[in-house]
């Protein structure tokens, strides 16, 4: 019994000074420390399509096709055609093959996310490890790549938000398809026989149908 005595008040007496009260929940526990400005901008790095978040910097077409070389062709190939089981990058309409290829010329709606992407994610063996000038300058290389921009564009946070890429309209931003509020229920439950598909997405800009069966289920 005194061991276990002894071992309740050495545990009173480890929390009590984290402020740790018996009577209720502790004010602060005195832990940690507030985060700088510099350390939380460490952590702030999403680019929004407008640009909002880009850093400071800037990279050329020139300067990129060095460092695609040495940190990006291994996977993604000389000319962004993608090695092995790698994505390729670079294309234009390859959205409407029999096995449609989402490249960043064909698919990617804006360039800043291009960048978003690269900056947190990519070399693939050690991602977030590109320092802003040399992700501005693959961005700018891969844009090239697929035709998007010249061999003379210098991407930076003022002139990346601008470029259009060709595939920008053709996302539905607002989903067509009503909401359903259908509810399970045990007793009282709708004759199946009322149930009728009104409408389907039939002749509507949605998955073409010959992709699958929900095409012509889903009601509208």
Not at 7 to 20: S, T
Not at 76 to 97: C, M, N, Q, S, V
Not at 132 to 146: E, G, I, P, R, S
Not at 183 to 200: G, H, L, Q, Y
């Amino acid at each position: 019994m005194s061991s276990w005595l002894s071992r309740l008040a050495l545990l009173a007496a480890i929390v009590l000074p984290l402020g740790v009260g018996l009577a209720g929940e502790p004010e602060r526990y005195n832990l940690g420390t507030v985060p700088t400005p510099q350390q939380i901008a460490g952590w702030s790095i999403a680019v929004r399509p407008d640009g909002q978040g880009l850093p400071e910097g800037r990279g050329s077409v020139k300067d990129g096709d060095e460092i695609y070389a040495t940190m990006c062709a291994a996977c993604h190939g000389t000319f962004g055609e993608g090695e092995g089981r790698y994505p390729k990058i670079a294309g234009e309409g390859t959205l409407t093959g029999d096995r449609p290829e989402a490249t960043v010329g064909s698919y990617w709606p804006y360039a800043t996310t291009l960048f978003d992407y690269i900056n947190r994610a990519m070399p693939f063996p050690s991602p977030h490890a590109l320092p802003a000038d040399q992700v501005y300058a693959v961005t700018a290389f891969v844009l090239n790549l697929n035709n998007v921009v010249g061999d003379d564009f210098v991407a930076d946070r003022n002139s990346l938000p601008k470029v259009k890429m060709p595939n920008r309209d053709g996302f539905m931003w607002k989903d067509p398809r009503p909401d359903t509020h259908d509810a399970a229920c045990m007793t009282n439950c709708r004759d199946p026989e009322d149930v009728k598909i009104t409408s389907t997405a039939e002749g509507k800009p949605l998955t073409p149908r010959t992709t699958g069966p929900l095409d012509t289920a889903m009601p509208q």
